[in-house]
């Protein structure tokens, strides 16, 4: 799978129509895909608060897990054969993300001392378990703070890539 939204295609042929509410979303790294779905909404009556919203789309997330289990291996097994990627599943009810398995990646570093000074010093608050656990942290809260810029970034990427393919052949 080559193009960006071959993916998409792929599984808007393939995934059960009454699954999710619209499109699915491919989400997209060197090592894995995952595919999130909208769930419908849960009914609750109107006075209900945030907890109990958020109760009633964990169990929908939960009921839709549990009782698509078979289909969503059998799916994500031929994806990841025709995209040599890990395929993860997530749905999202009603503003509440969900994600189901998904891949954890290694990743090797070299830090000198100020780096691990900090990942330490994250460590030793409590904020970490492990300066690996750090390291996540630090990196989600750049991801966070940076969206925007990161996002610009993405987009410029995406525009080399294309200029790559419409040039010259070998």
């Given at each position: 799978m080559t193009t960006r939204t071959t993916a998409e295609a792929w599984l808007a042929g393939r995934l059960p129509q009454d699954w999710f509410t619209g499109p699915v979303e491919v989400s997209r790294d060197r090592d894995e895909l995952i595919l999130w779905g909208d769930l419908a909404v849960p009914e609750?009556?109107?006075?209900?608060?945030?907890?109990?919203?958020?109760?009633?789309?964990?169990?929908?997330?939960?009921?839709?897990?549990?009782?698509?289990?078979?289909?969503?291996?059998?799916?994500?097994?031929?994806?990841?054969?025709?995209?040599?990627?890990?395929?993860?599943?997530?749905?999202?009810?009603?503003?509440?993300?969900?994600?189901?398995?998904?891949?954890?990646?290694?990743?090797?570093?070299?830090?000198?001392?100020?780096?691990?000074?900090?990942?330490?010093?994250?460590?030793?608050?409590?904020?970490?378990?492990?300066?690996?656990?750090?390291?996540?942290?630090?990196?989600?809260?750049?991801g966070e703070k940076s969206d925007a810029w990161l996002g610009e970034l993405r987009a410029a990427m995406e525009h080399v890539e294309e200029v790559r393919r419409k040039g010259p052949g070998d």
């Open positions: 609750l009556p109107d006075d209900a608060d945030e907890a109990d919203r958020e109760v009633a789309a964990r169990a929908r997330a939960k009921t839709f897990r549990e009782e698509t289990r078979e289909r969503r291996v059998e799916i994500a097994r031929e994806l990841e054969h025709l995209s040599g990627r890990k395929v993860s599943w997530g749905v999202r009810v009603g503003g509440h993300d969900v994600l189901f398995t998904h891949l954890a990646a290694p990743v090797m570093t070299r830090l000198r001392q100020p780096e691990r000074r900090v990942l330490d010093t994250l460590v030793d608050a409590g904020v970490a378990r492990s300066r690996a656990d750090a390291l996540a942290w630090c990196v989600k809260l750049v």
